[in-house]
């Protein structure tokens, strides 16, 4: 299976900040990434697939970059409805893997 | 709108069975790979098993022979036949929706999730 590896685990930041997550993967897989965030007792939305694709409704101080093996998920300037758990997903195979979770927190 | 229902879950022995069953609307359901993925307390994601449109169907290492999945393309509905159940089987089960047809591994909608608790 391919893992997923993200980091950090945890990450503290106040209203305004810019936030990166990074998501590794153990083996190439191109461009088939999604990212998605779980706010608590809430089912994972999707918000990034293709690596970069931003899906239509989410706003655009969310960005995603990447390919290969390293993606990085980039929030521009970090609201409060943004504090939640983010997860990278690979889809290249048919294990369709999730990274462990990045918990962002106020700070 | 996209809405994805999921029902069935409870407390169950380990060794019993457990049927789950997600109910959708808002979308052509039989032109959709349908999935379910689950989430055990305090943890991440996990991938568990999918069925495409034509009914071919895929599972993770960790349920392969003791879960089925199936779907009802004219009640809406996809089902998960839970056998055989282990304490490590105790997770929030979401339903969920894939981007496309056949081969299709991208999931973007997801139901609100049930729980399965597995106790020894």
């Known amino acids: 299976d391919i893992q997923m590896t993200q980091s950090p685990s945890t990450l503290s930041a106040s209203i305004g900040d810019r936030v990166t997550i990074t998501c590794r993967a153990s083996?190439?897989?191109?461009?088939?990434l999604a990212w998605f965030q779980q706010r608590p007792g809430k089912a994972p939305k999707l918000l990034i697939q293709k690596a970069s694709t931003l899906q239509s409704g989410v706003p655009s101080r969310f960005s995603g970059s990447g390919s290969g093996t390293d993606f990085t998920l980039t929030i521009s300037s970090l609201q409060p409805e943004d504090f939640a758990t983010y997860y990278c997903?690979?889809?290249?195979?048919?294990?369709?893997?999730f990274g462990q979770g990045t918990k962002v927190e106020i700070k | 709108e996209v809405q994805l229902v999921g029902s069935g879950g409870g407390l169950v022995q380990s060794g019993g069975s457990l049927r789950l069953s997600c109910t959708a609307s808002g979308f052509t359901f039989s032109s959709y790979t349908m999935n379910w993925v689950r989430q055990a307390p305090g943890e991440g994601l996990e991938w568990v098993s999918s069925i495409s449109t034509t009914s071919t169907q895929y599972y993770a290492d960790s349920v392969r022979g003791r879960f089925t999945i199936s779907r009802d393309d004219a009640k809406n509905s996809l089902y998960l036949q839970m056998n055989s159940l282990r304490d490590e089987d105790t997770a929030v089960y979401y339903c969920?929706?894939?981007?496309?047809?056949?081969?299709?591994?991208?999931?973007?909608?997801w139901g609100q999730g049930t729980l399965v608790t597995v106790s020894s």
């Open positions: 969920a929706k894939s981007d496309c047809g056949d081969d299709c591994r991208l999931t973007d909608y």
């Open positions: 997903q690979q889809y290249a195979s048919l294990s369709r893997t």
């Open positions: 083996q190439s897989i191109t461009i088939w």
